[in-house]
C-alpha cells in the first residue's frame, strides 16, 4: 500500500518526534539568565507532617538558605553553630581534596577507574549531617561525601579504589563502589538506582521492627528513569515507608542532558506529586538549604509522615568519570557560568560573613588537608596499586559466592590454582 | 503440596521473628494458589502481606529487607512474572555477599509457582530454572512432592543466601501421571504425602533416588519426577530415577554414581530444550561419566516455542515423548 493511502486525509501536518537537545554544545557561550530563582525568603517552610498535596508548590520553587552575599535568611535556615558550620566545610574540602588527589591517582595508571563529585558535595555531605549516625544510607556511586561526613577512614576509601592488599572488599568492586556497615553506608552497586527499592524495604523492616532509624538513598536525574526508582516510590507511598529520596540533578548523565530524563517538561522533585509523597526542590548547591531540607524529611519520616522526595538542582563541575570527555558533548563554560556557583566558596563566604572564618584560615585548612590526603595515600600505597601484584589472594575470587563454597566452585578455583602454577613456574606458591 | 507450602512458612514466622511473607494478593486472601493461606490472620500484617503489582520493588525491597535483618520470602504469583525483578535478583540479592565481602547478605527465598499443565498459555506455565542457575550466587530449588516442599522450603528460609524455590504448580494438588485424560490423583494416595505439623528441614543440595534401578539412570525434578516413574512402571523398565530437588547446588556425586552404575542416562525436564538445564547435566554426565556410558546421553524437554495454549498436551514432555527416547536410550 502506497505511503499516501495509509495516511487519513485530514487537514494536519504530519507528526513530528521531538528528540531532546540540549541548549549548549561545545563552542557555545551558555547562558542559564532563564533559570528561575526564587528570592531566599520566598520559600516557606510548611510544618514536617503538611499533606503533600497541600506542598506541592515546594515541588517547582527552590529551598534557599544561602544569598549570593553569603548571608543566611528565610524560614529554611537552619541556624547552625559555627563549629559545625566549620565541620561542613571540612568536610566538603576534604572530598574535595580526595577527589582531586585520586582522580589524579587514576591519571598515573595507579588504578582503572575514579568519580569525582565537584560541585556536588553539599548533596551527600550536608544531608548526611542533617541524619543520625544511626540512619542508613543507600548511596548511589557519587556519594563519597556520606563516608567523609561520618568520619570513615580515608585509607579505606584509598585501598579499595587500588584493589590493594588493604581492600577488605578483596578487590573484587570497581574503585569507588564502597561499603561500610558501620557507618551506615551499603554496598554501592553499578546498576543504576537498584538501591532505590531496598532502601525502602530497609526502612519498611525498621518501621515493623518499631525502631527509630530510618533511611536515606541518592541516585542521579538521569537514573529517576529507571524502573527501579518507580518501583521504590510506589512501596514508599503504599507503606508509608520512613525513608528520605534524594534526586541529585546534576544536568548530565554521561553526555545525556537531564532533558532524556524528562527534565524539559517538568522538575524532579514533581515526580514526588503523582505518588502523594512530599517533594522538595534544593539549590544543591547551598550545604544550608539541602542540610534544611534533609532535617525537615527526617523529622517528617522519624515521626509516622511518611517519605520525602528531595530533588538537588546542582551542576556536574567535572566529567561523570575518569572514562569521561565533556568537552565533547557539552560547552566548556557551563560549569562557571551556572548561576548557583560553587558550594564550597558558598559555605566559606558565609562564615566569613559571619566573622566565623577567614582567608588565612580557609588557605590553612587546604593545605592541612592536602597534606593528610597525601600523607594517607602514601601509607595506602605501601598495600599496593592496581595491578602491580599485591593482590588479593587468588583463592579469594571464589569466596563469598555463598556462604559456603560449592562443589563446583572448588573444583573450579583448583583449576585456576592450577593455571596460575602454569603461568608462574613451579616453585609458584599461592598467597 | 500446598498445605506443606503453607506450613513451611507458617513454622518459620513462628520460630524466627525475622521472618516476613510478601507477595501479590498473599495477605488477606491467602495467595492466588491458598499457599499463604490464613498467615496473615495468625501472624499479623507486618510479617504476612500484600505487595503493589511490581516484581521490581517486591524483589528490591527484600534485598533492602535483608540488609536490615530480616528474612523475606517473597512470593512472585507465577515465574512468568519474574522477570521485571531480575536485575535486582541477578545484580543485586545474587551479587550482594561478594560485592560486599560479607558486610552485607540477602537471606531471601523467593518462592514462585512454575510449569504448565494447567492450561496457563505462554504466560503462565514457563520454566524457567535454568535462567536461575546460570546466575552466579542464587541456589535454585524445585521440590517434587509435599514432604520434600515442606523440609526444603524451611531450608531454604534458613539458607544465609538467596534461593529461588521453584513450585511446579500442576502438582500443587496431586502427583502427575503425564496423562492429562486421566482423573488426578490426590497426594493422599502417594507415599510422600504425609507431612509432619512442625519443624524439619531437608538440606539444599541433596538429590533423592525416587526409585532404584540398573537399566538407566533419569535426572529429573519438580512434575517430571511423577510423568517418567509413571511411564517407566507402565514399560517394565527398572529405571533408577534421581530427583534432583536442587539445581545449584547440584548432588553431582549422586548423579555420578547412579550413571557409572546404570552406563545410561536420560534428562527429563519440560523446560525448553536449547539452553535448558538438561544441556548442563548431560554435559556433566559426559565430563565425568564418559567411560562408563553405553548410550548417548538422551534429553526429553518441552520444545524451543512460548508455551502454547491450545495445544499444550503437544508441547507438554508426555508419555509418547518419554516413551520413545526410553526405547531409543535402551537400544543403544
Given amino acids: 500500500m502506497p505511503e499516501s493511502d495509509r495516511r487519513p486525509a485530514r487537514n494536519l501536518p504530519p507528526l513530528s518526534l521531538h528528540i531532546p537537545e540540549p541548549r549548549y554544545r561545545p563552542g557555545d557561550t551558555p547562558d542559564f539568565g532563564d533559570i528561575e530563582i526564587p528570592a531566599v525568603e520566598a520559600t516557606p517552610r510548611p510544618g514536617e507532617a503538611t499533606r503533600p498535596d497541600a506542598m506541592r508548590e515546594l515541588c517547582y520553587g527552590l529551598v534557599r538558605v544561602l544569598d549570593f552575599d553569603g548571608q543566611a535568611k528565610g524560614p529554611w535556615d537552619p541556624k547552625l553553630p559555627a563549629d559545625r558550620l566549620r565541620t561542613m566545610l571540612r568536610y566538603m574540602m576534604l572530598t574535595r581534596a580526595f577527589d582531586d588527589r585520586m582522580f589524579r591517582a587514576q591519571r598515573q595508571g595507579k588504578t582503572s577507574f575514579y568519580m569525582k563529585c565537584t560541585g556536588e558535595e553539599a548533596t551527600s555531605i550536608a544531608s548526611t549531617m542533617a541524619i543520625d549516625r544511626a540512619d542508613m544510607c543507600f548511596p548511589s556511586y557519587r556519594q563519597q561525601g556520606i563516608l567523609i561526613a561520618r568520619e570513615y577512614p580515608l585509607i579505606q576509601m584509598m585501598n579499595q579504589i587500588y584493589s590493594n592488599r588493604g581492600d577488605h572488599l578483596l578487590g573484587r568492586q570497581l574503585p569507588i563502589m564502597y561499603s561500610a556497615p558501620e557507618h551506615g553506608f551499603f554496598s554501592v552497586s553499578g546498576n543504576l538506582a537498584t538501591q532505590y527499592p531496598q532502601a525502602v524495604g530497609w526502612a519498611m523492616a525498621s518501621a515493623s521492627k518499631g525502631d527509630s532509624r530510618i533511611a536515606t538513598v541518592w541516585c542521579g536525574e538521569g537514573s529517576s528513569a529507571e524502573g527501579d526508582f518507580h518501583s521504590a516510590l510506589t512501596f514508599a507511598t503504599v507503606y508509608n515507608a520512613p525513608v528520605i529520596f534524594n534526586v541529585v540533578n546534576n544536568q548530565w548523565a554521561i553526555s545525556s542532558f537531564s532533558g532524556f530524563a524528562g527534565g524539559e517538561r517538568t522538575t524532579f522533585a514533581a515526580r514526588a506529586v503523582g505518588y502523594g509523597i512530599a517533594g522538595l526542590r534544593v539549590d544543591g548547591n547551598d550545604a544550608l538549604a539541602v542540610y534544611a531540607a534533609t532535617q525537615w524529611a527526617a523529622d517528617r519520616a522519624r515521626t509516622n509522615n511518611g517519605p520525602t522526595l528531595i530533588e538537588h538542582f546542582t551542576y556536574r563541575a567535572e566529567g561523570h568519570s575518569t572514562s569521561d570527555d565533556p568537552s565533547a558533548y557539552r560547552a566548556a563554560q557551563e560549569a562557571s557560568a551556572w548561576p548557583f556557583g560553587d558550594p564550597i566558596v558558598r559555605l566559606k563566604q558565609h562564615l566569613i560573613a559571619l566573622g566565623e572564618w577567614d582567608e588565612a584560615r580557609h588557605d590553612a585548612l587546604t593545605r592541612e588537608l592536602d597534606e593528610l590526603v597525601k600523607t594517607t595515600q602514601k601509607q595506602s600505597e605501601k598495600l599496593g596499586i592496581l595491578g602491580h601484584g599485591m593482590h588479593q589472594p587468588f583463592e579469594t575470587m571464589f569466596e563469598d559466592v555463598f556462604e559456603e563454597m560449592p562443589w563446583h566452585l572448588k573444583e573450579q578455583c583448583a583449576q585456576m590454582l592450577a593455571e596460575q602454577e602454569a603461568k608462574f613456574g613451579p616453585d609458584w606458591k599461592p598467597e | ?332
Fill in chain 2, 1 to 332: 503440596m500446598i498445605e506443606a507450602i503453607n506450613s513451611a512458612m507458617d513454622v518459620m514466622l513462628e520460630r524466627d521473628p525475622a521472618t516476613v511473607v510478601m507477595g501479590e494478593d498473599v495477605g488477606y486472601f491467602g495467595g492466588v494458589f491458598r499457599a499463604t493461606a490464613g498467615l496473615q490472620k495468625k501472624h499479623g500484617k507486618t510479617r504476612v502481606f500484600d505487595t503493589p503489582i511490581n516484581e521490581c520493588g517486591i524483589i528490591g525491597v527484600a534485598v533492602g529487607m535483608g540488609a536490615y535483618g530480616l528474612r523475606p520470602v517473597p512470593e512472585i504469583q507465577f515465574a512468568d512474572y519474574i522477570y521485571p525483578g531480575l536485575d535486582q535478583l541477578v545484580s543485586e540479592a545474587a551479587r550482594l555477599r561478594y560485592r560486599s565481602a560479607n558486610d552485607f547478605i540477602c537471606p531471601m527465598t523467593v518462592r514462585t509457582p512454575f510449569g504448565g499443565g494447567i492450561f496457563g498459555g505462554q504466560t503462565h506455565s514457563q520454566s524457567p530454572e535454568s535462567i536461575m542457575t546460570h546466575i552466579c550466587g542464587v541456589k535454585t530449588v524445585i521440590p517434587s512432592n509435599p514432604y520434600d516442599a515442606k523440609g526444603l522450603l524451611i531450608a531454604a528460609i534458613e539458607d544465609n543466601d538467596p534461593v529461588v524455590f521453584l513450585e511446579p504448580k500442576r502438582i500443587y494438588n496431586g502427583p502427575f501421571s503425564g496423562y492429562y485424560d486421566r482423573p488426578v490423583e490426590p497426594w493422599s494416595k502417594h507415599d510422600a504425602s504425609a507431612v509432619p505439623e512442625g519443624y524439619y528441614r531437608i538440606d539444599l543440595g541433596k538429590a533423592a533416588t525416587v526409585r532404584a534401578g540398573e537399566a538407566l539412570t533419569i535426572l529429573a525434578y519438580g512434575t517430571m519426577v511423577h510423568v517418567t516413574r509413571t511411564i517407566v512402571e507402565e514399560m517394565g523398565i527398572d529405571a533408577e530415577i534421581i530427583d534432583l530437588r536442587t539445581l545449584l547446588p547440584l548432588d553431582i556425586e549422586a548423579i555420578e554414581a547412579s550413571v557409572n552404575k546404570t552406563g545410561r542416562c536420560m534428562i527429563v525436564h519440560e523446560a525448553t530444550r536449547t539452553s535448558g538445564f538438561g544441556a548442563e547435566l548431560a554435559a556433566l554426565v559426559q565430563e565425568r561419566c564418559f567411560y562408563h556410558l553405553e548410550a548417548p546421553v538422551e534429553r526429553v524437554t518441552g520444545f524451543d516455542t512460548p508455551y502454547p495454549h491450545s495445544l499444550e498436551w503437544a508441547y507438554f514432555p508426555g508419555p509418547v515423548r518419554i516413551a520413545t527416547a526410553l526405547t531409543k536410550i535402551l537400544k543403544d
